[in-house]
């Protein structure tokens, strides 16, 4: 069966298709009468007007592109849902895509959004150089979200991720805690200013840093883990400050399946407080970073740019906080492993 045309609504409403397309553009210059007749008929009908195809008829863009870092990974989701409420609220809609925390992948997949033509970009913890969001902002507004550069014509939102790490180990040392260990987020957006704040935290209280290469995924969690294991048990640190929460997750699974117990043998802190860390059986300390927020700000950005009410930056710097659960505790005699 054929999909139903602006024609076909046109038609059903008694009404011409440039009136129809009136309605369908929310435009006040319709009464309210013709407008309730359309809408009954495209209803009737189960007409719903295509996005770009709306968007090229009147030149103005109502998509906003989306392109997330890492889709498994809750913390994109949840700066989604922000940019969602702004974008929604104002008749834009969203068009999501993923580049799989690869370069080459992400600048696929900023070509594919722009291939829409949308109204702006969002960028959410983006890997690419930045020549690929120099090329989009050339075309479009764009906004990053976890990810910093100096473009003049580039909206940023992130997090202190040097304060975040700062406070994480403070939190530690005020437990008692002095062997403590990064897994740092590799190549991943914002992984060297955590690793900064980490180093520069530790030294703060005189102590050594002992920062272990790692990713932003569960799995090279659970990787680190085995290596440190490796070095022996009475060399393990007494406590983990990881990359983020999903590197957290895997870091305890694999302490766990080693026959340690978290805090009993081993603290965790993770980074970023997503929805994962809240859970009950996780209930993992961790540092806040306000992703709903960020993507609130992030859609406001993008949508003055759109509308041409603003043409200089806006660098939204938020400020994290602890979030203390039970994965962190007191230095404890450690027990042999049988």
Not at 44 to 61: C, D, I, V
Not at 212 to 239: C, F, I
Not at 252 to 258: F, G, K, N, R, V
Request: with cysteine.
């Amino acid at each position: 069966m054929a999909r139903p045309t602006m024609e076909d609504v046109a038609r059903r409403a008694g009404v011409s298709r440039a009136l129809v397309s009136l309605v369908m553009r929310g435009s006040p210059k319709v009464s309210a009468q013709r407008r309730d007749a359309v809408l009954a008929a495209a209803e009737e009908l189960g007409y719903s007007p295509h996005a770009m195809a709306r968007s090229l008829a009147s030149r103005t863009s109502t998509v906003l592109g989306v392109m997330v870092s890492d889709l498994h990974n809750a913390f994109f989701a949840e700066v989604v849902d922000g940019l969602e409420a702004v974008a929604a609220a104002e008749g834009f809609d969203l068009i999501i895509n993923t580049g799989g925390r690869s370069a080459a992948r992400e600048r696929r997949a900023v070509t594919s959004l722009l291939s829409f033509r949308p109204a702006g970009l969002a960028l959410l913890g983006p890997v690419v150089p930045t020549s690929t969001i120099a090329s989009a902002a050339g075309q479009v507004p764009v906004v990053l979200v976890a990810r910093s550069c100096r473009l003049a014509e580039v909206d940023m939102v992130n997090d202190d991720g040097e304060a975040g790490s700062r406070i994480a180990v403070d939190h530690l040392v005020s437990l008692g805690h002095n062997r403590i260990t990064h897994l740092d987020g590799g190549a991943g957006s914002q992984s060297a200013l955590r690793r900064r704040g980490y180093v520069d935290g530790m030294r703060a209280h005189g102590l050594n840093p002992d920062v272990v290469a790692s990713e932003y995924t569960d799995v090279a969690g659970a990787k680190v883990v085995s290596q440190l294991l490796e070095r022996g048990l009475d060399e393990l640190p007494t406590a983990l400050v990881a990359a983020n929460d999903f590197n957290a997750v895997g870091a305890i699974s694999a302490l766990e399946e080693a026959g340690l117990r978290v805090p009993d043998d081993i603290s965790v802190i993770g980074y970023d407080n997503t929805s994962l860390a809240g859970l009950r059986h996780v209930s993992l300390t961790t540092v806040d970073q306000p992703r709903h927020e960020m993507g609130r700000l992030a859609g406001e950005a993008l949508l003055q740019r759109v509308r041409g009410e603003r043409t200089d930056a806006a660098r939204h710097l938020l400020h994290p906080s602890l979030v203390v659960r039970t994965t962190t505790a007191g230095p404890r005699t450690r027990r042999k492993l049988t």
